[in-house]
């Protein structure tokens, strides 16, 4: 007997540790499943999600298909009034010479005339300030760039008046010879005189209320400013252009076009975000206005273009 009730005891015993197994097991099991589950909804969520990323993507990628087709089939603009679009390279100078007078004069301007007379093909000037470093009365005259270089003037001196300076004379080194005419700041004025060569008279544009002048409105580096150079005259295929600043537009450059004619006329206007003192130059081609800045002594840099067609910088 007592070996059964040994048996039986043992029995129970073994019995209430596998119940204890089982629902433990259970518990785990249920939480097991629990969490098959959650993990089967976000296996669904990501893939819905992934479907409708892949719907957006596929939306932005035709979207991206259409404009691309769009932008191909718009005409291109003009870069500039020339059809070999815009400068690209600028090389060094193609010679250095003292000229005429070695040491004299520093400041002053030279060149040819993009729209020579016939006969004046191959002919240069040079304007130099030949008073005080601001004032001329005359242009000189060479026959070739050969005679410019050597120093040798022919056919000589056209003067504007005897006297320098004096009344619609020379101010400062920005000047430039266009169709037989010399373009200039007028002295002592906020104006552009035009003086022809054939007739030797002056007439004069009146530029922009609030024009700075008399030097209040140079060109400029850090550590210098060229005295006289409130009006930049430049020339390309199309004509006069000037650059020039007023104080309305809180020393930003303005550039105008010159219209030809006896007296000349002030064209359409622009005006840029570039403060004109922390500019060394300025040049046209192709209808573009190209600025530069200072470098070194013996370089300078092109940082700044305007697109008179498109009027974008």
């Not at 040994?6 to 019995?15: A, C, G, M, P, R």
């Not at 003086?195 to 002056?202: I, Q, R």
């Not at 040049?283 to 002594?297: D, H, K, P, S, W």
Request: hydrophobic share 30%.
């Amino acid at each position: 007997m007592n070996e059964i009730k040994q048996l039986i005891d043992k029995l129970n015993s073994t019995t209430q540790e596998h119940q204890i197994l089982t629902a433990s097991a259970t518990r785990q099991l249920e939480i097991m499943k629990t969490e098959m589950k959650a993990l089967e909804k976000f296996d669904t969520m990501q893939v819905i999600k992934g479907r409708q990323t892949i719907e957006v993507l596929r939306t932005d990628l035709d979207s991206c298909k259409k404009e691309v087709k769009a932008l191909t089939q718009l005409p291109q603009l003009p870069q500039g009034t020339c059809p070999r679009s815009r400068l690209v390279s600028v090389t060094g100078p193609v010679f250095y010479t003292e000229g005429e007078y070695p040491g004299l004069y520093s400041y002053g301007a030279w060149g040819c005339d993009p729209k020579p007379e016939k006969g004046k093909e191959n002919w240069y000037w040079l304007v130099m300030m030949t008073s005080n470093n601001r004032y001329s009365n005359y242009i000189r005259f060479y026959s070739s760039l050969n005679s410019l270089i050597r120093g040798v003037s022919a056919p000589g001196n056209v003067y504007i008046h005897t006297s320098n300076p004096t009344t619609n004379t020379i101010q400062g080194p920005n000047n430039v010879l266009y169709g037989g005419a010399l373009y200039y700041n007028c002295y002592n004025r906020d104006a552009v005189c035009h003086f022809n060569l054939t007739t030797k008279h002056v007439t004069t544009l009146e530029l922009h209320q609030g024009t700075r002048y008399n030097s209040k409105a140079n060109f400029c580096h850090l550590e210098e400013c060229y005295p006289y150079t409130d009006l930049d005259l430049a020339t390309d295929e199309s004509g006069v252009w000037v650059v020039f600043t007023t104080s309305l537009d809180f020393g930003n450059m303005i550039l105008s076009k010159v219209e030809g004619g006896e007296p000349p006329a002030l064209g359409k206007t622009w005006q840029t975000s570039v403060y004109k003192q922390a500019v060394t130059n300025t040049f046209m081609a192709c209808g573009v206005l190209y600025a530069t800045r200072y470098v070194n002594q013996e370089l300078e840099e092109i940082f700044y273009s305007f697109n008179t067609v498109t009027g974008k910088e």
